[in-house]
């Protein structure tokens, strides 16, 4: 069983659509997150949600929404997608109050958009 | 500047070298990950660090917290080891986000 699941791996659209992303856990984190890893290999943190709950929104376009029906599934939903939205984007989950122990990342789902 | 600072940026080495790659962080880091991601490929914790030294197999991680600095040894390289090797900052109990260093790029001639 994957641990992180990401879907879908790839995903190619136009300019000025609507895309969503879907990430599940099933190892019973608190915490999940969604990194974007750019052209450049950086990654930077998105955002971070505890228990349903957002913690963190690193200063993200309002044209990316996360959103958490339950504590083992974060979905990133991005309106009106624009060139630059075009990256690798990463969902990890972790226990929360561990220090960073047991992080797990799922694999990735490449965005192209054209 | 970025919080975590890593060196090199691409690294090349014969097999069978000792491989070191740097990592400096800056105050509010409490504890480092080591990530591997390989060529179109997830990425994997090595190892988390807030003290001391890790070891697993060929890899060794080492943390200097009065001087913010972890290393990563990689003993005996193969070709398997090419990959992108990335450090990365834990924010503190409470705030796990983590802050990235740019990544090494190794490869491993045979």
């Known amino acids: 069983d994957t641990a992180v699941s990401q879907t879908p791996k790839y995903l190619v659209t136009q300019m000025g659509n609507d895309k969503s992303i879907k990430c599940e856990q099933n190892l019973g984190h608190d915490t999940m997150y969604w990194y974007k890893q750019d052209s450049k290999k950086f990654l930077k943190i998105m955002f971070s949600?505890?228990?349903?709950?957002?913690?963190i929104n690193e200063t993200v376009p309002n044209r990316f929404s996360p959103k958490s029906p339950d504590k083992a599934h974060l979905n990133l939903h991005i309106n009106s997608l624009e060139l630059g939205d075009s990256a690798v984007y990463f969902c990890a989950s972790s226990p929360r109050g561990t220090g960073g122990y047991g992080y797990t990342f799922g694999s990735g789902t490449r965005l192209t958009v054209v | 500047k970025n919080e975590v600072e890593q060196s090199p940026q691409n690294l090349t080495a014969q097999e069978g070298e000792f491989i070191t790659i740097n990592c400096s962080y800056s105050v509010g880091i409490s504890a480092l990950h080591w990530l591997q991601q390989h060529p179109g490929g997830g990425i994997v914790s090595l190892f988390m660090l807030s003290s001391g030294k890790k070891k697993h197999g060929r890899l060794i991680a080492t943390i200097n917290i009065q001087e913010k600095h972890s290393s990563l040894h990689i003993t005996a390289s193969h070709p398997r080891d090419s990959a992108v090797y990335i450090c990365?900052?834990?924010?503190?109990?409470?705030?796990?986000?983590?802050?990235f260093g740019t990544g090494t790029r190794l490869t491993i001639i045979p």
């Open positions: 949600y505890n228990n349903k709950e957002l913690i």
């Open positions: 990365a900052g834990v924010g503190g109990f409470g705030n796990e986000k983590l802050t």
